[in-house]
């Protein structure tokens, strides 16, 4: 099913970007009317899980743990995932978002950030208790595959080998060489950034420690027998992976702050609406402002290093 899954977006981002080449009206008005007889059945399928759920499992064996929820997230994406397919609503968006009502591309990553974040939520719909009994120990290798699969979904959103050759990708992407004015700075943004996260968790030590505790029990569970190759390893694939994203990919269409809060949601592990997410927006906000004031390079190494830098005070913590 995964599998599937991954085939329809990417074969959606395909599309999209062909679609954008097309000058003619009625390529873009079919592109909107496919989104929405995709997100109409998902919307259907929702409506029967929260009402017929019973009924469903006489017919079908699914295994859901808490069907109203998954029915609830199902509507609520597929609602918005039809409602940004209308042209005006898009030029209503257009007025908080530099995005562009007529780009089918654009259009499409306003449809999946919905499910991308809807997702997220429904992670942590049970709480954070309900996550810490679920969640398992992070594996590095499927980590890096995620992330390859960010970076491919960035360059092939981009239209690379459609809209744009290799080296016009890399210059939407912002991934450009770093000086050495660039590289100092960046030290002192991942200092501020490790600065920022540690009032950040004395913060919602002094305000939850109760919650605190249970993000550390997740963490534990998450990053168990961790060395130092597995903290740089995990540092590499976050800078690279989720910049080229977020960063790269999504900002210029999304702008720094909805960028910003959907790269806050989508780590659920810290659990939604907490000082610790807070932190993940502003360190998110800051990277932005490097992306938008320098490149993506320089958003990766700084993303790179603050991961890096946590990581080793983690070891060193556990060490003593």
């Known amino acids: ?18 679609v954008r080449q097309q000058e003619a009206e009625t390529f873009h008005k079919l592109f909107d009317l496919l989104l929405i007889g995709l ?31 998954v ?33 089918p591309v654009h259009t499409l990553a306003l449809v999946l950030s919905g499910y991308f974040a809807g997702f997220a939520i429904l992670e942590v719909s049970g709480g954070l208790e309900n996550l810490a009994e679920t969640l398992t120990e992070l594996s590095v290798g499927a ?22 050759s290799w080296a016009g990708a890399l210059r939407r992407l912002g991934l ?13 943004w991942i200092v501020l950034l ?36 597995h903290w740089l390893a995990l540092a590499v694939g976050a800078g690279v992976g989720e910049e080229i994203l977020f960063r790269g990919a999504l900002q210029p269409v999304f702008g720094i702050w909805f960028t910003s809060l959907l790269f806050a949601v989508v780590h659920v592990q810290y659990g939604l609406l907490t000082p610790a997410t807070l932190v993940l927006f502003l360190l998110a906000v800051i990277l932005g402002f490097i992306r ?9 190494l700084v993303h ?16 003593a």
């Not at 259907?44 to 808490?66: A, M, P």
């Not at 450009?176 to 004015?181: H, S, W």
């Not at 938008?292 to 990766?300: E, F, K, L």
Request: glycine content about 8%; proline content about 3%; aromatic content about 12%.
């Open 194 to 229: 490790v600065l920022l996260q540690t009032l950040g968790g004395v913060t919602w030590e002094a305000i939850n420690p109760e919650d605190v505790e249970l993000v550390e029990n997740i963490s534990q569970t998450l990053y168990q027998d961790f060395g130092f190759w």
């Open 292 to 300: 938008r004031r320098h490149n993506t390079g320089m958003a990766i």
């Open 143 to 164: 980590f890096f595959i995620q992330n390859i699969g960010f970076v491919a979904l960035a360059f092939l959103g981009v239209g690379f080998r459609v809209r744009r």
């Open 1 to 18: 099913m995964a599998i599937v899954v991954v085939l329809l977006i990417v074969g959606l981002i395909f599309l999209a970007n062909v």
């Open 39 to 69: 997100n109409a059945p998902l919307f259907f399928v929702g409506v029967l899980l929260v009402f017929q759920n019973n009924e469903l499992r006489d017919i079908v064996d699914f295994r859901v743990d808490s069907p109203t929820a």
């Open 71 to 103: 029915g609830i997230f199902l509507q609520a994406t597929a609602v918005w995932g039809v409602i940004v397919c209308f042209r005006s609503s898009r030029h209503s968006l257009e007025r908080f978002l530099p995005i562009d009502p007529h780009s």
């Open 304 to 319: 790179f290093g603050y991961d890096f830098v946590l990581g080793m005070i983690t070891l060193l913590t556990a060490a």
């Open 176 to 188: 450009e060489k770093l000086n050495g004015r660039q590289i100092v700075e960046s030290i002192g």
